[in-house]
């Protein structure tokens, strides 16, 4: 529960704390004091969308702290744990900053969270009733989704064991309608796909052809000068006979050798000289030989062997410009393609196992819808009778209320009821859905009774109820607070009001009055015991404080409230 509420620069509020704690808390206060506000401050500890325009005028943003009393186990402890926050004794921080440009920042157990964590942790300690919340009971999911908090833990089980089921058998079946649906396309992308792959493994090409081949194109196109280039060095280098007189290479560095030696023993500084001239000729004779060889391999028949790499090359070009950029893409494309080939023939088979599987997943998803509706249809007889009970305990005694479950509908997320909450104000009236026929005052109740209800079942740490009492007055408004009373119970209850009845019932009475500048201070937020309660219960019946017949008004409508509650 939340043990208290700490609010700055939020609306009208400059600065209030609520002390709250267990019980029946009733909030009141003159319109326009703030009292929404409260209800404001709540949502946005539970992560509630955050408006800049609740930011009080002149203030560079709204701050809100609650300190929650908490177990040091289970859902909570542990969310709290995973955001890097602490749980010190029990009590558990949560905070909420709006700044005045729309900026929004929590803190959940002394460290910055996402605002997410609070809209989670929410679900676990909090259940706000406004008068949207209200309204929202007209619609079918909400009525679904009271039933199913109702029917309690074998529904739930049910449902999470449904829900997986429909899942699986609903992706099974949209896979099934996409490959059936591509199936022409699937088609025609393998007819393309096999005679591309057919192509390419008639070319056969191989990494690094294209440039091998691009090399041995250009020495081909240049034959003649690579013939005559080798020639004419061979002669000078070692040529068989001597021309116009001008010796080879060979002969000059042998002369020039034979010169030194007749003169090296007269100085044997010339002896590795002659040694070098020696070496020299070795090699002069071995590029002698080697240009001798690459003469000889030169092909005499190039012209034919250049159309033939050219054909090839022009063969590798046609593959790079229908199938990739580079010979190496079209390698790829070869290695891959033929991956995607497998998948494309293996459609048929897949389809084939997915038309089974979508066959059985529909019978276990019928089994399994059949089991949610057969509980929630149990679960439906026994809520409407219990919450006719507390309408009748509610100032409408006569009315009945109706929680029917149609079955007949296709599957989804939630099986496949629809669930209608009926109400016959009175006896020869005709049951409408609350969704049309229900008035306000009679919503109102209808919630409560509910909740009241619901509390046996699915037991809430804390409800938040503001205006709960809209469009009642009287003898009904009085119920209501006993009820309200009875909720609080087995959880905390903490109800913004503008009815006596209702906070007579109360066992923390809180009071937001405005301050003399038209803004609510700190010391506007008080406790109210004793004469200032009665004081504030006269205001709220007759709207004189000091009223001697509203006074005694209201300590007799506290008596009764007292009397009523210790008699349950």
């Known amino acids: 529960m939340i043990d208290e509420l700490g609010i700055r620069d939020l609306g009208v509020i400059a600065e209030a704390t609520l002390p709250l704690g267990p019980g029946f808390t009733a909030v009141t206060g003159e319109t326009g004091a703030g009292k929404t506000m409260v209800v404001t401050a709540l949502g946005l500890l539970l992560g509630a969308r955050a408006d800049a325009g609740a930011v009080r005028s002149g203030a560079k943003q709204a701050w809100v702290e609650g300190r929650w009393l908490v177990p040091d186990d289970g859902a909570v402890a542990e969310r709290v744990a995973e955001t890097g926050g602490e749980i010190e004794a029990g009590e558990l921080l949560l905070g909420r900053s709006v700044s005045s440009e729309g900026r929004s920042r929590a803190v959940v157990g002394g460290r910055s969270a996402p605002v997410g964590v609070l809209t989670e942790l929410g679900e676990e300690l909090v259940v706000v009733h406004g008068q949207a919340d209200q309204q929202r009971l007209r619609s079918a999911v909400a009525q679904r989704d009271a039933l199913d908090r109702f029917a309690g833990a074998e529904l739930l089980a049910a449902l999470t064991e449904y829900r997986g089921a429909f899942t699986a058998w609903h992706a099974d079946a949209a896979e099934l309608d996409r490959l059936t649906l591509a199936r022409d396309e699937r088609l025609r992308e393998a007819v393309l796909l096999r005679e591309a792959l057919e192509e390419i493994e008639a070319a056969d090409p191989q990494p690094g052809e294209d440039v091998e081949l691009a090399e041995r194109a ?14 004419q060095a061979h002669t000078l280098v ?21 010169h030194l030696e007749r003169v090296v023993e007269h100085d044997a500084a010339l002896a590795p000289i002659a040694e070098a001239l020696q070496n020299a000729g070795f090699l002069l004779a071995d590029a002698a030989a080697e240009l001798g060889a690459y003469l000889a391999s030169l092909d005499a028949d190039g012209a034919r062997e250049l159309e033939i790499v050219q054909e090839r090359r022009a063969l590798l070009t046609s593959l790079v410009r229908r199938h990739g950029s580079t010979l190496d893409q079209v390698l790829d494309f070869g290695r891959t393609g033929g991956l995607r080939l497998v998948e494309l023939d293996g459609d048929d088979e897949r389809i084939e196992q997915l038309a089974a599987s ?35 305990a509610l100032a409408m005694p006569d009315a009945r209320l109706t929680v029917t479950v149609d079955s007949e509908h296709d599957p989804a997320p939630h099986g496949r009821d629809q669930v209608t909450i ?10 409408r859905s609350v969704s049309k026929g229900a008035s306000g005052g009679e919503l109102s109740r209808v919630m409560l009774a509910i909740e009241v209800v619901i509390a ?113």
């Open 218 to 231: 250009d020495r081909l196109s240049n034959l003649e000068d690579l013939r005559l280039a080798a020639s």
């Open 238 to 258: 070692s040529a068989d006979e001597i021309v116009d007189d001008a010796p080879d290479a060979v002969t000059l560095v042998d002369g020039a050798k034979r």
């Open 358 to 392: 979508v066959d059985e997943g529909a019978v276990v998803v019928d089994r399994l819808a059949t089991r949610v509706s057969e509980l929630r249809t149990d679960a439906a007889g026994r809520l409407a009778t219990a919450v006719t009970v507390e309408l009748a």
């Open 422 to 431: 009926l109400l016959q104000p009175h006896p020869g009236a005709e049951p």
């Open 456 to 568: 046996g079942t699915d037991p809430v740490p804390t409800f938040v109820f503001d205006e709960v009492d809209a469009g009642v007055g009287g003898a009904a408004a009085i119920e209501i607070g006993r009820r309200l009373a009875r909720l609080a119970e087995r959880s905390q209850v903490i109800v913004v009001t503008h009815l006596a009845q209702v906070a007579a019932f109360a066992t923390n009475h809180l009071s937001v009055v405005k301050g003399t500048d038209g803004r609510v201070t700190e010391s506007s937020v008080r406790r109210l015991e004793g004469g200032d309660r009665e004081a504030e219960m006269a205001r709220l019946l007759s709207g004189l404080a000091e009223s001697e017949s509203g006074l005694a008004h209201a300590r007799e409508l506290l008596d009764l409230a007292a009397e009523r509650a210790t008699t349950g």
